[in-house]
């Protein structure tokens, strides 16, 4: 079965640092697009990041220079480094996985599957 | 970046209604376009890819359509576990894969 599943997240203060986990299993971390998708209270989701197969990185705006994916292969978990933390990066914190349907002339891209989230709270 | 606005950003309607949600990109993004459910309390869950492909598993009562800027979403006859939150997302403009802001369907 192809489960993700997040740990990390916490209470910390503005200007603070945290590392997110994302262990994944029934498929390989290394081989798959991954990402992080994060949800702020009662509002809608918001691309973080994504880590290609290939190795290359992607950020929103609202994290670059802050935040950093990585991943562990051998482990098969998925990270995220959050340095210098602001009020607004309190979320839910989803790792999602893409999936791939590509033709002779697209290549189409969705979130499956979704982790259950960690919640993260930046306040002094 | 790609902007997507989804309206309504909320909806009541009843057991058996047929609901349509509608999805606008701030620019041509062809048929590259994503739906999800979400329910309190949990994560999102994929309903519909490449704008109108329907993910395995899921009701047949869910359909997508549309092209270019403008998409829908519509759930022909609505049932008790329907009522969530759905999304709109798109995959066009990579690496950034922006998200509508979302439309939550309650019980009128």
């Known amino acids: 079965e192809v489960q993700l599943v997040e740990t990390g997240g916490g209470l910390i203060q503005p200007g603070g640092s945290l590392r997110l986990s994302c262990v994944a299993s029934?498929?390989?971390?290394?081989?798959?697009?991954m990402n992080w998708v994060r949800q702020s209270p009662g509002k809608g989701l918001e691309w973080v990041s994504v880590?290609?197969?290939?190795?290359?990185?992607y950020y929103a705006d609202s994290v670059k220079g802050r935040f950093t994916i990585s991943r562990d292969n051998s482990k098969n978990t998925l990270y995220l480094q959050m340095n210098n933390v602001r009020a607004e990066d309190t979320a839910m914190y989803y790792c999602?996985?893409?999936?791939?349907?590509?033709?002779?002339?697209?290549?189409?891209?969705?979130?499956?599957?979704w982790g259950q989230g960690t919640l993260v709270t930046v306040s002094s | 970046d790609i902007q997507m606005t989804q309206s309504p950003s909320s909806l009541s309607a009843s057991v058996g209604d047929r609901v349509t949600i509608t999805c606008r990109a701030s620019?041509?993004?062809?048929?590259?376009l994503n739906w999800y459910q979400q329910k309190a309390g949990k994560a999102p869950k994929l309903l519909i890819y490449?704008?109108?492909s329907l993910q395995s598993g899921v009701p047949s009562r869910f359909s997508g359509s549309g092209s270019g800027t403008d998409f829908t979403l519509t759930i022909s006859s609505l049932q008790p576990e329907d009522f969530a939150t759905y999304h709109c997302?798109?995959?066009?403009?990579?690496?950034?894969?922006?998200f509508g802001q979302g439309t939550k369907l309650e019980i009128k």
């Open positions: 999602a996985k893409f999936e791939r349907y590509c033709t002779s002339s697209s290549c189409y891209l969705w979130f499956d599957p």
């Open positions: 029934g498929f390989s971390v290394g081989d798959n697009f």
């Open positions: 880590i290609y197969s290939g190795g290359s990185t």
């Open positions: 620019q041509s993004i062809s048929n590259y």
């Open positions: 490449a704008a109108s």
């Open positions: 997302q798109q995959s066009y403009s990579t690496p950034i894969y922006t």
